[in-house]
């Protein structure tokens, strides 16, 4: 279970840390859904694509086990600096609380990522509290708007109501999401992905709620699924060429029917 969890959080980071404008998560057209699977991530900073992002997550995902449904918690960082190759910036830290955590890199191909947990111990995850809590970003040798350290807020504990873990979801009608947070970001959105890849992205107003219309449903493949709930805050600098972002999300299973 452990290992699930992490995973699903390193590929949250991952997409923060890896967007490009052509990249971004959108709502498809019904007819014509993504090739490919999508993973929650700000579908864009307000109409800027920073290439330099350093991004912190906190994940909440409810898995079922013989004993019942489990809620559990998992937090992990990233960071990239230029896309899609990313650069070597020294030793990259997050610190929460008195607690520094610094963030293991990873090179394939040339390209540099940061990440933590480190891929090969993805249960090494960092602690936090279910309030909303600031954190603070330390790059050794990339600065933003001059200074090395750059604080941001992670949103509270964001628990999805419904639809429940593994609950069976028609997909010829409107799905409606409804979650609770202990303390919202500035953003909020919503997000659906089927067995076959096929993804819906929608930002929404405000914090608690929101939709997928029959149509949409009507895009996505029988079979399992992943429904999340995201809410979030973030920071440009560098003229825009950069951002620090902290992420809440909850997901849960679903099998669309």
């Avoid at 699903?8 to 019904?30: H, I, Q």
């Avoid at 070597?88 to 830290?93: E, L, N």
């Avoid at 440009?236 to 099998?255: M, Q, W």
Wanted: glycine residues 8%; aromatic residues 8%.
């Amino acid at each position: 279970m452990k290992q699930f969890k992490s995973i699903a959080v390193l590929v949250a980071v991952l997409a923060l840390t890896g967007c490009k404008k052509d990249e971004a998560v959108t709502t498809p057209p019904p007819t014509q859904p993504p090739a490919t699977p999508s993973s929650p991530n700000p579908p864009s900073y307000n109409g800027f694509t920073p290439t330099n992002v350093c991004a912190v997550v906190r994940t909440s995902v409810a898995i079922s086990t013989p004993i019942g449904v489990v809620v559990t918690d998992a937090n992990a960082a990233a960071a990239k600096f230029g896309n899609p190759a990313g650069s070597d910036q020294g030793t990259v830290t997050l610190t929460v609380g008195s607690t520094v955590y610094t963030l293991g890199k990873t090179t394939a191909s040339g390209s540099v990522t940061y990440l933590h947990p480190d891929p090969a111990n993805p249960t090494a995850l960092i602690g936090m509290s279910t309030s909303s809590q600031s954190v603070t970003f330390n790059v050794g040798t990339y600065r933003l708007d001059g200074s090395a350290t750059r604080s941001i807020t992670v949103p509270g504990q964001l628990t999805l109501t419904a639809p429940a873990a593994n609950a069976n979801v028609p997909r010829n009608a409107a799905l409606n999401v409804t979650w609770t947070v202990t303390t919202a970001g500035s953003k909020h959105a919503i997000f659906i992905t089927d067995v076959a890849g096929h993804a819906l992205f929608k930002e929404v107003a405000a914090s608690g709620s929101g939709s997928f219309t029959a149509a949409e449903m009507g895009a996505l493949s029988a079979g399992y699924g992943f429904v999340y709930a995201l809410t979030y805050n973030f920071a440009l600098y560098n003229g825009n060429a950069a951002a620090v972002v902290a992420e809440a999300v909850a997901v849960n299973t679903i099998n669309l029917q």
